[in-house]
């Protein structure tokens, strides 16, 4: 068994084909169903033993689920109320890997548990951790205490951010001078957070694809039938089939899983599902007070919630409500209301309106079905369930539960039984594997000094515009660099380049307007979107993929009628 180090990714596609217009062939020894975050992390890891596989999604790459995160690479500090130690300690060492895989994207995050009491919720924690009702809305002094000493603990392998602390008394008021002056402690740890989760999945992909030149990867390209234990795709777009055959089907259908077993004529009950939503607010006050950190803090109603700095806004979740059906889940007014209050819980000075939020957005926790359980106490953990293929002994694999945070465990651990049961061992270990802009990534000042410099010379631009590229690809940006001229910026947007959209646009799978927009970029996340950004992306957009007019306008509606979904204050025509 081997690591696979910064070298291993170099693409063998021709000279100016982009590795995601592979064609689809007819036989696969693996099939994965849904390019969520499970689908991405699994379809590298078989790419990387040498596995030819197929990927594909009914929608965009981490346009479901994957996409509505809290955007936190955490340990699961909550998780120990519930007593899953098993998860926390796999959640630790996974984000501490995270943090020096991808570099580029997880960073590290001083989190704050604000405490108003010393005994509080002693006992209903005890209840909790015994999976027994119980509303949790006090985490005292001696609770926050034990469980900070045990998160350090699971965190201690490849540690890689300082251990806890604890703030009182007057330097607690120097350093938040806004929160709530009942809180009379502060709990003060670390976690991770991603800043551009899509990007970091579609480099999954992307680095799957470079590892193994006959893995394929196809958006906008469900299943909608198997025949005699055959898959029948296909492509949205061109409205052309595919009928493909596997040795394994791997179903990473998140909280669809049940639907898309139900196309493959499979009759499965696998999934529950609990909705999240989160707002980005624009509050420079609120931004202020936060310090650079995050609460994390319990709300009256026994929830957790959080707020943390997000691309100049503030990021504020979740709520957890459970939904029948995935396609109806939507961020609804009362979800937003209630979490614009709850804000006042932890800041009682500040007060947010809704003209204050930028962007909402949501989604499906693809959790284990639990019927009759609290919501908060579901299980976060994964497994995988095994069914058959109508028409043949193929045996079809469900991906069930799962976070951000332990992606690569739960790819490893379905890759293994992926591995053995084509009787095949694994070759590559891919624990130290960096992802994407993430390999050769700068260690300290000097040699970012010279990344910079290095980008500019190539880029002829000045070290400013050079770090945003940086700071936006890693690594990466050597490529955007070779591949594009400084060019003009499109109207409304002066960080992107137009020559930038373009190439991401031919490169990188685009096939509808919104997945520029909300996906490979940050454009639609940091509150930046508005109808000049859209209509003067549509037309770069257009001439990169050759679109005509009656397509470009088309996509223009759709992405304007998208982003209002999204609380975006724009004009559908």
Same mark, same amino acid.
């Given at each position: 068994?081997?690591?696979?180090?910064?070298?291993?990714?170099?693409?063998?596609?021709?000279?100016?084909?982009?590795?995601?217009?592979?064609?689809?062939?007819?036989?696969? %020894?693996?099939?994965?169903?849904?390019?969520?975050?499970?689908?991405?992390?699994?379809?590298?890891?078989?790419?990387?033993?040498?596995?030819?596989?197929?990927?594909?999604?009914?929608?965009?790459?981490?346009?479901?689920?994957?996409?509505?995160?809290?955007?936190?690479?955490? $340990?699961?500090?909550?998780?120990?109320?519930? $007593?899953?130690?098993?998860?926390?300690?796999?959640?630790?060492?996974?984000?501490?890997?995270?943090?020096?895989?991808?570099?580029?994207?997880?960073?590290?995050?001083?989190?704050?548990?604000?405490?108003?009491?010393?005994?509080?919720?002693?006992?209903?924690?005890?209840?909790?951790?015994?999976?027994?009702?119980?509303?949790?809305?006090?985490? $005292?002094?001696?609770?926050?205490?034990?469980?900070?000493?045990?998160?350090?603990?699971?965190?201690?392998?490849?540690?890689?951010?300082?251990?806890?602390?604890?703030?009182? #008394?007057?330097?607690?008021?120097?350093?938040?001078?806004?929160?709530?002056?009942?809180?009379?402690?502060? #709990?003060?740890?670390?976690?991770?957070? +991603?800043?551009?989760?899509?990007?970091?999945?579609?480099?999954?992909?992307?680095?799957?694809?470079?590892?193994?030149?006959?893995?394929?990867?196809?958006?906008?390209?469900?299943?909608?039938?198997?025949?005699?234990?055959?898959?029948?795709?296909?492509?949205?777009?061109?409205?052309?089939?595919?009928?493909?055959?596997?040795?394994?089907? *791997?179903?990473?259908?998140?909280?669809?899983?049940?639907?898309?077993?139900?196309?493959?004529?499979?009759?499965?009950?696998?999934?529950?599902?609990?909705?999240?939503?989160?707002?980005?607010?624009?509050?420079?006050?609120?931004? @202020?007070?936060?310090?650079?950190?995050?609460?994390?803090?319990?709300?009256?109603?026994?929830?957790?919630?959080?707020?943390?700095?997000?691309?100049?806004?503030?990021?504020?979740?979740?709520?957890?409500?459970? *939904?029948?059906? %995935?396609?109806?889940?939507?961020?609804?007014?009362?979800?937003?209301?209630?979490?614009?209050? *709850?804000?006042?819980?932890? /800041?009682?000075?500040?007060?947010?309106?809704?003209?204050?939020?930028?962007?909402?957005?949501?989604?499906?926790?693809?959790? %284990?079905?639990?019927?009759?359980?609290?919501?908060?106490?579901?299980?976060?953990?994964?497994?995988?369930? @095994?069914?058959?293929?109508?028409?043949?002994?193929?045996? +079809?694999?469900?991906?069930? #539960?799962?976070?951000?945070?332990?992606?690569?465990? /739960?790819?490893?651990?379905?890759?293994?039984?992926?591995?053995?049961?084509?009787?095949?061992?694994?070759?590559?270990?891919?624990?130290?594997?960096? &992802?994407?802009? #993430?390999?050769?990534?700068?260690?300290?000042?000097?040699?970012?000094?010279?990344?910079?410099?290095?980008?500019?010379?190539?880029?002829?631009?000045?070290?400013?515009?050079?770090?945003?590229? /940086?700071?936006?690809?890693?690594?990466?940006?050597?490529? &955007?660099?070779? @591949?594009?001229?400084?060019?003009?910026? %499109?109207?409304?947007?002066?960080?992107?380049?137009?020559?930038?959209?373009?190439?991401?646009?031919?490169?990188?799978?685009?096939?509808?307007?919104?997945?520029?927009? /909300?996906?490979?970029?940050?454009?639609?996340?940091?509150?930046?979107?508005?109808?000049? *950004?859209?209509?003067?992306?549509?037309?770069?957009?257009?001439?990169?993929?050759?679109?005509?007019?009656?397509?470009?306008?088309?996509?223009?509606?759709?992405?304007?009628?998208?982003?209002?979904?999204?609380?975006?204050?724009?004009?559908?025509?």
């Amino acid at each position: 068994m081997r690591d696979e180090d910064s070298s291993a990714c170099a693409t063998t596609d021709t000279a100016g084909a982009s590795p995601f217009a592979r064609p689809i062939r007819q036989h696969y %020894p693996v099939v994965i169903l849904g390019a969520g975050i499970n689908g991405c992390g699994l379809f590298r890891d078989l790419c990387a033993q040498g596995v030819d596989c197929l990927l594909v999604d009914r929608s965009d790459y981490c346009s479901g689920a994957s996409a509505a995160p809290s955007r936190l690479i955490h $340990g699961g500090i909550k998780y120990l109320e519930t $007593g899953e130690f098993r998860l926390v300690k796999e959640s630790a060492l996974e984000r501490n890997l995270l943090l020096c895989n991808a570099p580029h994207y997880v960073k590290p995050l001083e989190a704050v548990l604000p405490i108003r009491s010393t005994w509080g919720g002693l006992w209903a924690s005890a209840l909790r951790f015994l999976r027994l009702p119980s509303t949790l809305n006090d985490r $005292g002094a001696i609770i926050t205490r034990i469980g900070l000493t045990l998160y350090d603990l699971y965190g201690r392998h490849f540690q890689t951010m300082p251990s806890h602390r604890f703030l009182r #008394g007057d330097t607690l008021r120097r350093e938040m001078p806004e929160v709530d002056p009942a809180v009379t402690f502060a #709990g003060i740890y670390h976690e991770g957070r +991603v800043t551009h989760a899509e990007r970091l999945a579609l480099e999954l992909v992307r680095d799957g694809l470079a590892l193994n030149p006959a893995g394929t990867a196809r958006n906008y390209t469900p299943v909608v039938a198997s025949e005699g234990g055959a898959l029948l795709l296909q492509e949205e777009v061109t409205g052309r089939f595919h009928r493909v055959t596997a040795d394994i089907v *791997v179903n990473a259908g998140g909280a669809w899983i049940d639907k898309v077993n139900a196309a493959l004529g499979i009759d499965s009950r696998h999934m529950g599902g609990n909705k999240g939503a989160h707002l980005v607010v624009r509050h420079p006050r609120l931004l @202020e007070a936060l310090q650079g950190r995050m609460i994390y803090f319990g709300t009256h109603d026994g929830r957790v919630n959080l707020l943390y700095p997000f691309m100049g806004n503030v990021l504020i979740g979740s709520t957890d409500i459970p *939904v029948d059906d %995935p396609d109806k889940a939507i961020c609804d007014a009362d979800e937003t209301q209630y979490l614009l209050d *709850v804000v006042s819980q932890i /800041f009682p000075g500040i007060r947010l309106a809704e003209n204050d939020v930028v962007f909402t957005y949501w989604g499906v926790r693809p959790l %284990p079905r639990a019927d009759g359980l609290d919501p908060g106490v579901v299980s976060r953990d994964h497994h995988i369930a @095994e069914d058959r293929l109508p028409g043949s002994g193929v045996p +079809v694999l469900s991906l069930i #539960g799962g976070k951000w945070t332990t992606f690569r465990g /739960f790819s490893e651990q379905a890759a293994d039984r992926i591995l053995k049961l084509l009787g095949k061992s694994r070759g590559t270990d891919t624990r130290n594997m960096r &992802i994407g802009g #993430g390999r050769d990534y700068p260690v300290d000042a000097d040699q970012r000094r010279c990344f910079l410099a290095e980008l500019s010379r190539m880029r002829g631009t000045d070290l400013r515009r050079s770090a945003i590229l /940086f700071e936006r690809y890693g690594t990466y940006a050597r490529t &955007i660099a070779s @591949e594009t001229d400084n060019g003009e910026a %499109p109207n409304g947007l002066p960080d992107y380049g137009q020559e930038e959209l373009a190439f991401l646009c031919r490169s990188e799978s685009v096939v509808r307007l919104s997945d520029l927009l /909300f996906r490979r970029t940050d454009i639609a996340l940091s509150g930046k979107l508005s109808d000049e *950004v859209v209509e003067t992306t549509a037309q770069i957009a257009a001439e990169a993929l050759g679109w005509n007019s009656d397509r470009t306008q088309s996509e223009i509606i759709e992405t304007k009628r998208l982003a209002r979904l999204h609380s975006v204050d724009i004009a559908v025509t």
